[in-house]
């Protein structure tokens, strides 16, 4: 048998993100914060790109001429889930409050991350809304809620039908790829020396 008998070993390609598997729609979340938590919201909008969720965060998409509001308003309207990042900073911030009316108006589900320790009856327009507590000493615990409060609306979106069951695997797969990713990282990032 000569070489040219032998069927051509076809090029490794790399595993496809979730964007890229076909049938799995594009989610997007509106992370609602006060600038003054970069390091939180960093966390969590990590962990729920993660997801496979593209996360919009109006500091990263700067649109000079174009007025803050606008921008604002629009990108909530086309967000498949509003999160709202609730801190000792934010709770106090008229434009987080504002943001939270605007996804109420457009009837945008709501997500509230509230950081342990806000007393609740402060919430204002979120009193009475279930919540995630976020509790930034045990960051792995906290992302855990909310890969599990975030996985119905990625789960809703899967397609049905003959490659369902492998979308929703491969979607699994990735949840707790992620999950274990951000352990890894929190228990590097705890160490002293």
Request: proline share 8%; aromatic share 6%.
């Amino acid at each position: 048998m000569t070489s040219t008998n032998l069927p051509a070993i076809p090029e490794r390609q790399p595993l496809p993100t979730f964007g890229q598997i076909p049938n799995v729609p594009h989610l997007e979340v509106f992370l609602s914060h006060s600038n003054a938590d970069k390091a939180h919201v960093d966390v969590v909008a990590r962990q729920i790109a993660a997801l496979g969720i593209t996360v919009y965060l109006a500091e990263d998409n700067p649109q000079p001429g174009t007025v803050l509001a606008d921008k604002v308003r629009a990108a909530i309207h086309r967000s498949n889930a509003f999160v709202v990042l609730i801190t000792s900073t934010s709770i106090n911030s008229a434009y987080v409050m504002q943001e939270v009316g605007i996804a109420k108006e457009h009837g945008v589900p709501i997500i509230p991350i509230i950081e342990k320790g806000i007393d609740v009856r402060a919430l204002g327009v979120l009193q009475g809304l279930d919540y995630l507590e976020y509790d930034p000493t045990e960051p792995a615990e906290a992302m855990a809620k909310i890969v599990q409060s975030l996985q119905p609306f990625v789960l809703r979106q899967m397609p049905t039908g003959p490659d369902a069951g492998t979308t929703i695997v491969l979607v699994g797969v990735g949840l707790l790829l992620g999950f274990l990713l951000f352990a890894a990282l929190s228990e590097g990032g705890t160490e002293t020396g």
